[in-house]
């Protein structure tokens, strides 16, 4: 709605696709942006996030359980599908491999 608002990368938990937007999810906190998941991830830092399905890019740090094709995360014990695509370089990111 034509608001910036400055948010810290530490602060974003996961990044979720919505047609042409994507959701930044950072505590309590939601933020739409108009973007690509592509482009998204080209500018969250390698290092901290993987992309884990078509729709989701993950905060690591954040990742608390791993279960067949879910991920649990600390933020209210949400859920998030791993993609068959995504799940071995999951994998390799959280050194399970």
Excluded: C, W
């Amino acid at each position: 709605k034509g608001r910036l608002q400055k948010v810290s990368i530490e602060d974003i938990d996961y990044a979720e696709a919505n047609a042409d937007y994507i959701n930044l999810v950072a505590g309590e906190a939601k933020f739409v942006v108009h973007s690509s998941m592509k482009n998204i991830q080209a500018k969250l830092p390698a290092k901290r996030f993987v992309r884990v399905h078509r729709s989701f890019i993950v905060n690591l740090s954040n990742i608390r359980t791993l279960e067949e094709n879910t991920l649990y995360m600390s933020a209210k014990g949400l859920t998030i599908p791993i993609g068959r695509l995504y799940k071995e370089q999951l994998m390799r990111r959280l050194n399970l491999v």
